[in-house]
T-cell receptor, first 112, second 114 residues
Framework: GDSVTQMEGPVTLSEEAFLTINCTYT??????LFWYVQYPGEGLQLLLK?????DKGSNKGFEATYRKETTSFHLEKGSVQVSDSAVYFC???????????FGSGTRLQVQP | DSGVTQTPKHLITATGQRVTLRCSPR?????VYWYQQSLDQGLQFLIQ???????AKGNILERFSAQQFPDLHSELNLSSLELGDSALYFC?????????????FGPGTRLTVL
């Protein structure tokens, strides 16, 4: 079946540091890939998405590139802020099976 | 604000009881999904409805059921509750108008079973 694997957290960084959160996937079809963010006490918000190989999704300084050859969709940001502290979820959906399959989530803590 | 609303925000009940969680999708969205978020299982898909019809089932227990009404709001019914059912329950909606299916999530209902 489909699955998503994320790096274990928490990830603790100082403000303005570079962020990478690794995400790899296994899918029986051709997936679309997503990053969702969950701030404390809130629901999930779509951060970015990519629908085909080599697509780059970007939003609010975050980027992720759909790498079919390595089945990866790593999240990056060049300079994190305290306000980026949240839990980040990598997810996929396959055409015909539209429900999202999520990774376990990675908690990011940014210290001033 | 995603435009998806869920009520109640918090629910505390006892084992063996039955509860109903409610979700109103974004205006115009025909598809509603339910997900459960727990510490041990993570985020899991439960069930999907599209325009009133059940479309897909995930890891939903037989004690749980859902429906989508003509006005497109949806309800998730949980019965014979057990301690392990304590979790955050999210509803998401999408328009499924074609292309990648971006889902918009509500704020969730936190269920505590004592």
């Amino acid at each position: 079946g489909d699955s998503v694997t994320q790096m274990e957290g928490p990830v603790t960084l100082s403000e303005e540091a570079f962020l990478t959160i690794n995400c790899t996937y296994t899918a029986t079809g051709y997936p679309s890939l997503f990053w969702y963010v969950q701030y404390p006490g809130e629901g999930l918000q779509l951060l970015l998405k990519a629908t085909k190989a080599d697509d780059k999704g970007s939003n609010k300084g975050f980027e992720a590139t759909y790498r079919k050859e390595t089945t990866s969709f790593h999240l990056e940001k060049g300079s994190v802020q305290v306000s980026d502290s949240a839990v980040y979820f990598c997810a996929l959906s396959v055409a015909g099976r539209r429900a999202l399959t999520f990774g376990s989530g990675t908690r990011l803590q940014v210290q001033p | 604000d995603s435009g998806v609303t869920q009520t109640p925000k918090h629910l505390i009940t006892a084992t063996g009881q039955r509860v109903t969680l409610r979700c109103s999708p974004r205006s115009g969205d025909l598809s509603v999904y339910w997900y459960q978020q727990s510490l041990d299982q993570g985020l899991q898909f439960l069930i999907q409805y599209y325009n009133g019809e059940e479309r897909a089932k995930g890891n939903i227990l037989e004690r749980f059921s859902a429906q989508q009404f003509p006005d497109l709001h949806s309800e998730l019914n949980l019965s014979s509750l057990e301690l392990g059912d304590s979790a955050l329950y999210f509803c998401a909606s999408s328009d499924q108008a074609g292309g990648p299916d971006t889902q918009y999530f509500g704020p969730g209902t936190r269920l505590t079973v004592l």
